[in-house]
């Protein structure tokens, strides 16, 4: 079972940031957080990951609490094309497990 | 650089028969893992292969099988198909799997079981 809760679905205006929360109250130590998101009949893609500090790319920023028990994916100005479900997903050195995710809609 | 290319895009089998899909990983990726994806029951793990040897394995039925070669590429097949196996079926490489890097998925093979 996914050790993640995210919210169904979410909503965002095109232009803006997305917010994208995840609770994994049950991280262990070594357990990293990944998210990936998956456009409509394509295969999932990577987007980022991190084991305890605030990490940034090209495609998004992730930020750990300190505690480590919850995550927030930032898409910095959302657009169409970011329409998606993202998924959170925390793992070690084992099979990533995918939950149900969050469906985000960006509107125009 | 190329991607992870999976063949074929599209399959229709008849009930009974068996299917072996094929996925070519990114030129220097040793893992390659399989997933299941139903409307019900979401992304399932099937199983990991590294260097040629399974090194996961989903709660699959015996039916699902896979290998790996010296190449990296990888397959997996399917025995004794039952209407509840038609999916899209995903494949992803990475360097040397979770956690140190990420997964490059393909597009997948959208199997119909008919």
Redesign the interface.
Do not use: M, S
């Given at each position: 079972d996914a050790k993640t809760t995210q919210p169904p679905s979410m909503d965002c205006a095109e232009g803006r940031a997305a917010n994208l929360p995840c609770n994994h109250s049950t991280i262990s130590g070594?357990?990293?957080v990944?998210w990936?998101r998956q456009i409509h009949s394509?295969?999932?893609?990577?987007i980022i990951?991190g084991?305890k500090n605030n990490e940034t790319n090209e495609m998004a920023s992730l930020i750990i609490t300190e505690d480590r028990k919850s995550s927030t994916l930032i898409l910095p100005h959302a657009t169409l094309r970011d329409t998606a479900v993202y998924?959170c997903i925390v793992?070690?050195?084992?099979?990533?497990?995918?939950?149900?995710g969050t469906r985000l809609s960006v509107i125009a | 650089k190329a991607g992870v290319t999976q063949t074929p895009r599209y399959l229709i089998k008849t009930r009974g028969q068996q299917v072996t899909l094929s996925c070519s990983p990114i030129s220097g990726h040793r893992s390659v893992s399989w997933y299941q994806q139903t409307p019900g029951q979401g992304l399932q793990f099937l199983f990991e292969y590294f260097s040629e040897t399974q090194r996961n394995k989903g709660n699959f039925p015996g039916r699902f099988s896979g290998r790996q070669f010296s190449n990296s590429r990888s397959e997996m097949n399917v025995s004794t198909l039952e209407l509840g196996d038609s999916a899209l079926y995903l494949c992803a490489s990475s360097l040397d799997g979770p956690p140190l890097d990420g997964y490059t998925f393909g597009s997948g093979t959208r199997l119909t079981v008919v």
């Open positions: 070594n357990e990293y990944y990936y394509q295969g999932p893609q990577y990951h084991l998924y793992g070690g050195n084992t099979p990533l497990v995918f939950g149900k | -």
